[in-house]
């Protein structure tokens, strides 16, 4: 997110009236929104957008080689900021040599109480000088002056240099160059190098070069100071970064094509992050989030905030839970800083998407024939805004074979100053084109319309030309600057494509499924649960195993209606081949009092339910969900029974204890 954060008290309030709104209204509101955007033409280029000048009129005005120098120094700009050396900074700043900027060497001197030593140089003849060279602070050189006066020096030619330090001019006559500029380099509120840039032919260093060469001397400062003081936050945001790879899906069925861009910030890691998750039974989460700002609190942020996701997903929360207890989490982190997230639980086996949006941009939806359009998902607030007043709704959408559903960051829509309707007709016409199959094609140019905008206008040119006989060679202009250099972005950015694949054989397996809802004045609703279970069960392997879902679907079921003011919802599903098939049954309620296993007394009347859960299943557990629980048990029909049953206890999977993540909620005995 590029803004900053707002007080406290101004989020509540707006936050607060929000949430005052009703959902339908606010439903409305963005339905009409995304249509509006979705029905702009292809040509129109939408809000925001004009003709391309005529690029050859262009070249010979001033007003377009300045831009096009400044594109250049942007795009050293982001190259020093992932230098990760003083000599490949030097290196990257020595790309801005241009016919009216000669600039062909650079030194960089450290500077202490009482000498100048060299740290580093391009464009000079190697040396064994850089290890022994020492210079008094009081001798009478350029540097030295900028160190006493804290201003650059420049000097223009030849005769300026000898005449005002006779003494050193000696030193760079032997180099032959014209014009030299001694600069400050400022780390930390101090002077804590000095940089000489030299010029082959003579500079006026009017105002414009020296701007440029003080903007020039604060990208090598930075560089400098990460190269010396930063080695440890460097290492965290690449460390982050790199748990950010490619995560293939562990299941056949959905293709996943990710990118990350930075921040020029100088991390190569700012607030953003996807991931992609595993699931048990087949399922898929993938996740993208915008933690707000650049540095490294946010991205220190982003790492505890993601793992928390990934925990709470492992668990086996459903979208809505996942999103409620991330925003707790990262309001109790930091009560200033919010995030938005979009989390997806798939079902690649039928293409079923559940998503849980919290303040992030809707995704876009491609077809297999190009046509791109936003889906309008329903959300809540960012995460950690407003704690207390979670509430995530869950949209279910159906991704068909080659489609493919976009996330992404605001940065890949907002970035190079346009708004949300400009930026999407610039996604939708990169997104459209190319064939479904190539999935990081299409990633791939996503990026560069958004990261490389000049150069993908250039590579077009230069394939109209090509294919006109005119070749296609770009030449440097005038100046010596290619104009299909772009600027940088200012916002980072993460993608997340998402392919369901045709083609591929889904295996169908068999299912029954039983649902119901038992309310607290429906005495006979028990016995009603019971016979329907065992007409599910009718052609069971295993008779004694009948017995005991009856038994323990009884268990849980009675434990809310007599615990709770509750009603009791029952969903059993039976997949699998006959002979191999497995029953799992789950009873909810929206009570928030968590069960607890118990060791009653030969008289106690309760508290033997987790205990027969805890014999009796395959699995067990219990899975909270953003309102109330939900208690679940698994039988295999091919498991041979056991004279001796031991519990399922620690040893199965999932383990079978009370999630750790709520241990201040009441608890409950399951009887």
């Not at 800083?337 to 995704?363: D, W």
């Not at 195993?545 to 009675?558: F, R």
Request: with cysteine; net charge negative.
């Amino acid at each position: 997110m590029g803004k900053g954060a707002e007080g406290p008290v101004e989020r509540e309030q707006s936050a607060a009236g929000a949430a005052a709104d009703s959902a339908d209204s606010t439903d409305s509101t963005e339905v009409r929104q995304i249509d509006a955007m979705n029905r702009f033409g292809a040509g129109t280029g939408g809000p925001g957008t004009g003709a391309a000048p005529d690029s050859a009129a262009a070249a010979e005005t001033g007003p377009a080689q300045g831009r096009r120098r400044d594109a250049l120094l942007l795009e050293t700009g982001h190259a020093l900021a992932e230098a990760e050396s003083l000599p490949a900074a030097l290196t990257t700043v020595a790309r801005l040599f241009a016919p009216d900027f000669s600039l062909d060497g650079l030194v960089v001197f450290g500077v202490t109480d009482k000498f100048l030593n060299l740290l580093g140089q391009h464009g000079y003849a190697a040396s064994g000088a850089q290890g022994i060279f020492r210079m008094p602070v009081t001798t009478a050189f350029p540097a030295t002056d900028v160190v006493r006066s804290g201003r650059p020096v420049y000097l223009s030619s030849p005769g300026e240099y000898s005449a005002r330090y006779p003494a050193t001019w000696p030193l760079a006559a032997r180099n032959g160059r014209e014009s030299w500029a001694f600069l400050p380099l400022v780390t930390s509120g101090r002077i804590s190098a000095v940089c000489l840039m030299a010029f082959r032919r003579p500079m006026a260093f009017g105002a414009d070069e020296r701007a440029l060469l003080v903007l020039t001397a604060r990208l090598i400062a930075q560089a400098l100071e990460r190269t010396r003081t930063s080695s440890a936050e460097l290492a965290l945001s690449r460390g982050l970064r790199r748990s950010m790879g490619a995560a293939a899906p562990a299941v056949p069925g959905m293709t996943v094509a990710t990118r990350y861009v930075p921040t020029g910030g100088g991390l190569v890691v700012g607030g953003d992050w996807y991931d992609v998750i595993n699931l048990p039974e087949g399922r898929l989460a993938v996740v993208i989030g915008d933690v707000q700002g650049h540095d490294v609190h946010a991205a220190g942020l982003m790492a505890q905030l993601r793992t928390a996701v990934y925990a709470y997903a492992a668990e086996g929360h459903g979208p809505d839970a996942v999103l409620a207890r991330s925003s707790r989490f990262l309001a109790a982190l930091d009560e200033d800083r919010f995030a938005t997230c979009l989390y997806i639980e798939a079902e690649p086996s039928t293409g079923m998407l559940h998503i849980a949006r919290a303040g992030h941009p809707h995704p876009v939806l491609r077809l297999p024939d190009g046509t791109c359009m936003l889906k309008h998902v329903g959300g809540g607030l960012p995460l950690g805004l407003m704690p207390g007043t979670e509430d995530y709704p869950v949209t279910d959408l159906e991704l068909h074979p080659d489609e493919i559903l976009m996330l992404c960051t605001d940065g890949l829509i907002e970035t190079g100053g346009h708004d949300m309707y400009s930026g999407w007709v610039r996604v939708r016409d990169a997104m459209s084109p190319g064939p479904t199959e190539d999935l990081e094609g299409i990633a791939e140019r996503l990026i560069r319309a958004v990261h490389h905008p000049l150069a993908q206008s250039a590579q077009q040119e230069l394939d109209e030309r090509a294919a006109d006989g005119g070749g296609g060679q770009r030449e440097p202009d005038a100046a010596g600057v290619r104009a299909d250099l772009a600027p940088r972005n200012e916002d980072d950015i993460a993608l997340l494509l998402l392919r369901r694949d045709g083609g591929v054989q889904q295996r169908v397996v068999p299912e029954r499924k039983l649902v119901l809802t038992i309310e607290q004045d429906q005495a006979e609703g028990l016995s009603e649960a019971r016979a329907e279970l065992q007409a599910l069960l009718h052609d069971w392997a295993q008779p004694d195993q009948v017995d005991t879902a009856v038994l323990l679907t009884s268990e849980l079921v009675g434990n809310v209606l007599m615990h709770t003011d509750q009603s009791a919802a029952l969903a059993a599903s039976l997949t699998g081949q006959p002979g191999r098939r497995v029953l799992r049954v789950e009873v909810s309620d929206t009570g928030d009092e968590l069960p607890h296993q118990r060791t009653p007394g030969e008289m106690a009347s309760s508290g033997r339910g987790l205990m027969l859960l805890d014999i009796l299943s395959g699995q067990w557990s219990v899975r909270p969900e953003s309102e109330g629980k939900t208690v679940w048990f698994s039988l295999w029909e091919d498991e041979q029974p056991d004279e001796d049953p031991e519990p399922a206890g620690p040893g199965s999977s999932p383990s079978p204890s009370i999630p750790p993540d709520l241990p201040d909620l009441p608890e409950q005995d399951l009887a």
